[in-house]
């Protein structure tokens, strides 16, 4: 059985990357050209309001190389996960930017777009049958969850994909996608592994950073045999090495072991890393092992409110020393304010402190452990617990963005002004680095659906729909 090779060009789709590196993937004839172009990573945000979290010109300048070429190689090129979500609006928005590079270039080709939304009342169908369960943390699923949902998605595994290539598409788009599909389709439907092929997907699905240095902006190249497969970086400047490579398979994961996916899990038990060359590592031992029942994951956000932050800093020493007490009664003072309000969310962020966080501790659970003292790399004891300066950023969320915008200015001039003990300034607690100080955010969205459904046929809610472009006309 002949090396099966696959070229990924990036880590998401409109990071970019290196044209020398893409060179030098192109030179080694890849069978497959693939991509991942979503993540849940930036939050609920950009599936709730269907927009993409990367730039529409930088995907563009990915595509508009990657396309021509591999059409003019006559091989496939995979994209997984369009607009970074894959609900429908983000699937759109990435088909008329490939429909936008066929017109330009001229370019003819079969063109294959996969959805994954999920109707709502298919969802509700199945929770009534016991068909979904949460993943936790999720809570158990509740009708009003799937009611208040924007959108929801479900992450496909690599049948659909297999069907849109059975059918000649040179091109694939899909909606949400379990991001190491894209890459093991095709090897899968050829006859390799489906094992080797989910765990290389895995590795190739971040490109580069599986290598060191990482990179999620460079080309990373995968070869897949009988019982193994490869991966090497493209770039002389990047390694990888076994510890890279595994490093990379623990990404994401809450057990070292099992990585579940649509259909299955991926059992690394028995897998090996060997370093065959200095920049190329060789994998063995990853095994599929189907589940009793075909499952996959569902994605759905709903609204909450709108957001107003604003950004500011204190210098004052004495401030400093006392920023919890004073934040504290800042809030007090805004609840007492508005004490007809309770539907609204106030917090301070504050970074900066040498032996506390802005990061975790909004967390309850984490603070404890988040702000234990400092210790330095000789076991040594900071010099002093308190820092020159600190950022604080005034958070506030209400059903409304006139709601969040009193809530957040009240707030502001309430800290700014607040009589601290031993306080000598009066012209004002906080420098602002931004005027105006209140920014405006829209839109808040929270995860209201992060559950598994059981279904019977793994293509039956991800339909293809093939259009032909000749010459860049439909």
């Not at 829209?442 to 019977?456: A, L, P, S």
Request: aromatic fraction near 8%; glycine fraction near 8%; charged fraction near 20%.
């Amino acid at each position: 059985m002949r090396e099966f090779k696959i070229l990924s060009p990036t880590a998401i789709l409109g990071y970019g990357f290196p044209m020398t590196s893409w060179e030098e993937g192109m030179k080694r004839k890849p069978d497959v050209i693939a991509v991942d172009a979503g993540s849940t990573d930036p939050g609920p945000y950009y599936l709730g309001a269907g927009i993409s979290f990367t730039d529409r010109e930088a995907v563009k300048r990915d595509l508009a190389i990657m396309i021509p070429a591999a059409i003019k190689e006559g091989i496939p090129v995979i994209i997984g996960s369009a607009g970074g979500s894959g609900a429908a609006p983000h699937l759109q928005w990435n088909r008329e930017i490939i429909e936008e590079i066929a017109a330009e270039q001229n370019l003819s080709f079969s063109f294959a777009i996969i959805p994954s939304d999920i109707p709502k009342d298919v969802i509700s169908e199945a929770l009534k049958k016991g068909d979904i369960t949460p993943l936790k943390p999720a809570p158990q699923l509740k009708q009003e969850d799937i009611n208040d949902a924007s959108h929801i998605v479900a992450q496909l595994g690599p049948e659909p994909i297999i069907k849109a290539l059975i059918q000649g598409a040179q091109v694939i788009l899909t909606g949400r996608a379990y991001d190491p599909v894209v890459f093991a389709a095709l090897a899968i439907h050829k006859g390799y592994d489906i094992g080797l092929a989910t765990h290389l997907g895995k590795i190739l699905e971040c490109a580069a950073i599986a290598a060191t240095p990482g990179s999620g902006s460079d080309c990373m190249f995968g070869y897949i045999g009988q019982d193994y497969f490869r991966v090497e970086p493209l770039s002389p400047q990047r390694k990888c090495t076994t510890q890279s490579v595994a490093a990379h398979t623990l990404y994401e994961k809450t057990n070292p072991y099992i990585l579940p996916g649509p259909g299955g899990i991926l059992d690394l038990h028995k897998t090996v890393f060997t370093q065959e060359t200095d920049s190329c590592v060789r994998v063995s031992g990853s095994r599929f092992i189907p589940s009793e029942t075909y499952t996959i994951k569902l994605e759905g956000v709903k609204k909450v409110g709108c957001r107003t932050v604003s950004f500011a800093a204190t210098a004052d020493p004495v401030m400093i020393e006392q920023i919890d007490e004073i934040t504290l009664a800042v809030k007090a003072r805004v609840k007492d304010n508005f004490s007809n309000l309770q539907d609204y969310f106030l917090d301070f962020k504050i970074y900066g402190r040498q032996n506390k966080t802005g990061v975790m501790g909004i967390f309850e659970s984490k603070r404890d452990s988040s702000m234990q003292k400092t210790v330095r790399h000789d076991n040594s004891s900071p010099a002093s617990d308190t820092s020159a300066e600190l950022a604080i950023i005034i958070d506030a969320v209400a059903p409304t963005q006139e709601l969040a915008n009193t809530i957040c200015s009240f707030a502001r001039s309430t800290l700014l002004h607040y009589g601290y003990p031993g306080r000598i300034s009066t012209a004002g607690n906080l420098a602002f680095p931004f005027s105006p100080s209140d920014i405006k955010m829209g839109n808040v969205y929270e995860f209201c659906i992060y559950h598994i459904m059981t279904i019977d046929d793994p293509c039956a809610h991800f339909p293809v729909e093939i259009v032909n472009l000749k010459g860049g006309v439909l």
